[in-house]
């Protein structure tokens, strides 16, 4: 079972322009043809507690694309280009850095994908480059008008990814931003002809991994989707093993509950 986040904002169906939470179809079909189980995660307020409670129901995480991350969280003004940081927006930041916090603490797969990973940098005390073309020059990542552009990415030999893609991929790409600093503990995983951050990982037994592109629009390659879900189903039977992990998601030789205590969502102190 994987839990993916979603969206939060105002939407249009038939008559209906209301507020909803949502996710486009094919994130949940990239799940599915992988094997798994998918199930929506839509923003709401969050403490570490109500976190924690949604992730016991889970395998596994998927943060999704969307909006731009708040840039006060990690302590810039916000560019002209970057989007406002709504009330909505900012509820959906606090939820996923929450659950972000949660699934790597008890060693849950992460995956990010877009937004996702810009999420999972920043919740690891990273910073992001808000607007590209003011970096390198061209808007060849966010051509606009809802078209996805194809990039060529490259690999870092011995990452996770690395051993899932291959060398190189052509990935679609559709963002503005991307990630400058990196969070505690990730590592480049990927890159693109301008030096653009494409992917990163925590280098570890446990799966966190996130692409800067949509693996969801290449459905005829589902090794990301495939892997994360493989990934869930080894931590669902570690779970429910004797001496598996504790409610905490830690693991233990006694097998019995831990209560670590003070472990909030502040950014940068997430630990694997």
């Not at 939470?21 to 969050?46: E, H, K, M, R, T």
């Not at 008890?106 to 990010?112: A, D, E, F, N, T």
């Amino acid at each position: 079972m994987l839990g993916l986040t979603t969206y939060l904002q105002q939407a249009q169906t038939g008559i209906w322009d209301v507020r909803a939470s949502f996710l486009p179809a094919i994130y949940i079909d990239g799940v599915n043809l992988a094997g798994g189980i998918a199930a929506l995660l839509p923003p709401q307020p969050v403490d570490a507690e109500i976190a924690s409670r949604v992730l016991d129901g889970l395998d596994g995480l998927i943060i999704t694309g969307g909006r731009d991350v708040d840039p006060a969280v990690y302590g810039q003004q916000p560019h002209p280009a970057t989007d406002e940081a709504t009330a909505d927006n900012r509820q959906r930041d606090a939820f996923e850095f929450a659950l972000v916090d949660g699934a790597i603490r008890r060693g849950m797969p992460v995956l990010g994908i877009c937004r996702g990973a810009q999420v999972i940098n920043v919740a690891l005390g990273g910073t992001l480059h808000q607007h590209l073309p003011d970096v390198i020059g061209h808007t060849h990542h966010q051509q606009g008008n809802a078209v996805f552009s194809t990039s060529a990415v490259r690999t870092v030999p011995g990452t996770r990814l690395a051993s899932l893609i291959g060398e190189s991929s052509d990935a679609q790409c559709y963002h503005h931003q991307a990630i400058d600093r990196l969070g505690d503990r990730l590592i480049v995983s990927a890159q693109d002809s301008d030096g653009v951050i494409e992917a990163v990982e925590i280098p570890s037994e446990n799966f966190v991994l996130a692409v800067q592109w949509h693996p969801e629009e290449r459905l005829d390659d589902l090794r990301l989707f495939a892997a994360v879900v493989e990934a869930a189903a080894a931590y669902a039977t570690e779970k429910v093993a004797p001496g598996g992990r504790s409610d905490g998601g830690t693991p233990h030789a006694s097998g019995g509950p831990t209560h670590p205590e003070g472990r909030g969502t502040t950014r940068g102190r997430v630990r694997a």
